[in-house]
C-alpha cells in the first residue's frame, strides 16, 4: 500500500466528436474545392500546406457554411460547460475565423498553437486512415525520457484524423501534423473563436 498521493493538475482536454455534421460534409467539400480551383489559397510556408488562412478566413460567413458553424458553436458552448463555464459566459462565444487547408503527399504543420482562441479546433472533411494529428504537452520543456510513459509522463499524443471527426481544445495547446508520406488529399476546415 501506498503511503503517499500524486495529486493530478492542468490536465490538457481534447474534445471529440466523430460523425459529425456528415449531411454537410459534401456541400463543405464542394464549396472548399471551389475555392482552391479559383486559387483562393496560398501555400504557407511554415505549415506546407495549401491553405486559405490568410487570403480567406472568414468561411464562417459564407453561405456555405452558415449550418455548420451553428452546429459547431454548440460544440464549443459544449466543451466550455465542461471547462466550467458558465452559460451566461458560453452564451458570448463566437467564431473569430474560419479556413480550410489542403494537403497531399509532403505536406505537414510544424508545431504550432493559437494563442488568441480560446477554444481552436479542426474538422476532418477527408482524409486517409494514416493521416495524423499530434498534441504536445510542452515542447520547452527537456527532461530525459522516462523508460516508462505514464499519464503522468506523456509528452505527447497522436491521434488519427477521420473523415467527419471534430477535434476542439484550448488554443494554447501544441500541435502539428508529421509529413504526409503517401498520396491523398487531406482536406480540413479549422477555426478559433472567442468570448465577445
Known sequence: ????????????AIYIKDDFCCDLNVQLKNSILKEY????????????????????????????????????T????????????????????????????????????????????LISGVYYINCDKRNIITFYENLNQIKPIPDNFTKYSYSHVDYFCKKNRLMLFSGSLVHANPIQTFNGKKIIISFNSKLC
Do not use: A, C, R
Open 74 to 117: 454548440l460544440e464549443i458552448k459544449n466543451f466550455l460547460l465542461e471547462y466550467g463555464y458558465n452559460k451566461q459566459s458560453i452564451n458570448k462565444v463566437i467564431i473569430t475565423n474560419m479556413w480550410y487547408n489542403i494537403s497531399d503527399k509532403g505536406g505537414f504543420n510544424f508545431p504550432h498553437n493559437h494563442n488568441d482562441s
Open 1 to 12: 500500500m501506498k503511503n503517499y498521493i500524486i495529486d493530478e493538475w492542468f490536465p490538457k
Open 37 to 72: 480551383k479559383n486559387k483562393k489559397y496560398i501555400k504557407l510556408q511554415d505549415f506546407y500546406v495549401d491553405s486559405s488562412h490568410k487570403v480567406n478566413d472568414k468561411l464562417h460567413l459564407n453561405k456555405d457554411f452558415l449550418n455548420f458553424t451553428k452546429l459547431l
